[in-house]
């Protein structure tokens, strides 16, 4: 009998602005932010295609949004994913600011 693959897990990846979502240890996927004093401005999640369809998107933003509001900060959901996933989980809304010109005039100085 073959054992179960272990379950995916979510880490930090601070040094490199971005939550990681493991897979027998291999990165399956990351959602990227920068912070803005006291937002977390998340611009983009990707998940491997050989990892598409797991459900992995969901628990990678799910699990960096819950870090989010522990550490006391702000979401602001540039990336369309996690744009989509706030819509369908009211829970953040109270950490949750809007994208406007100045949030998207900022982030495009810190991305070159």
């Known amino acids: 009998m073959s054992q179960p693959s272990p379950a995916p897990t979510v880490?930090?990846?601070?040094?490199k602005h971005?939550?990681?979502i493991l897979v027998d240890g291999k990165r399956a996927g990351l959602t990227a932010y920068r912070d803005r004093g006291e937002q977390r401005v998340f611009y983009h999640?990707?998940?491997?295609?050989?990892?598409?369809?797991?459900?992995?998107?969901?628990?990678?933003?799910?699990e960096a949004l819950?870090?989010?509001?522990?550490?006391?900060k702000r979401i602001v959901?540039?990336?369309?994913?996690?744009?989509?996933?706030?819509k369908r989980h009211?829970?953040?809304a109270d950490?949750?600011?809007?994208?406007?010109?100045?949030?998207?005039q900022w982030l495009d100085t810190q991305l070159g």
């Open 95 to 104: 950490i949750t600011d809007p994208v406007t010109p100045d949030v998207l």
């Open 18 to 20: 971005r939550y990681e």
């Open 66 to 72: 819950t870090d989010v509001r522990e550490s006391g």
């Open 77 to 86: 959901p540039v990336c369309p994913y996690v744009a989509k996933f706030l």
């Open 45 to 62: 999640t990707e998940i491997d295609d050989a990892f598409a369809g797991q459900g992995l998107a969901s628990r990678l933003v799910q």
């Open 90 to 92: 009211e829970e953040f």
């Open 11 to 15: 880490q930090w990846a601070d040094a």
